[in-house]
């Protein structure tokens, strides 16, 4: 009950947008292209065709997940949550970016 209660008040504890932030960053990496539409293919739109995919929405999410995945880690305390939540949305993104390189030839 103890380690509970000192996570409930960390300084990256649920209270705070340490926290919170990277649990609705997830939908990034989750979310269908259709239900969010500033999300571009994201791990269910895997399986589309590649012909769907827009390079120049997949190319600008792989540079906004890199520029949040330095500040997860400059911010002070640092933000592992948020670093491994775009970490795996960059993952995703440079693989729908090889899937649509490849089906152009």
């Given at each position: 009950?103890a380690?509970?209660k ?5 300084p990256?504890?649920?209270k705070?947008t340490?926290f ?17 539409w ?13 012909e769907?995919i827009?390079s120049?929405?997949?190319a600008a ?5 890199g520029?949040?995945m330095?500040?997860?880690?400059m911010?002070q305390?640092?933000n592992?949550?948020?670093l ?7 993952t995703?993104?440079?693989?729908q970016?090889?899937?649509w ?5």
């Amino acid at each position: 009950m103890a380690a509970f209660k000192a996570f409930l008040n960390s300084p990256v504890g649920p209270k705070t947008t340490h926290f919170w932030g990277p649990v609705a960053n997830w939908g990034f990496v989750a979310a269908p292209k259709n239900y969010n539409w500033w999300l571009q293919q994201g791990l269910v739109d895997t399986q589309k065709p590649p012909e769907m995919i827009s390079s120049n929405m997949t190319a600008a999410m792989c540079v906004y997940s890199g520029l949040f995945m330095r500040f997860a880690w400059m911010v002070q305390p640092r933000n592992y949550l948020l670093l491994v939540c775009h970490a795996s949305n960059e993952t995703v993104q440079l693989y729908q970016l090889s899937r649509w390189a490849k089906a152009q030839g």
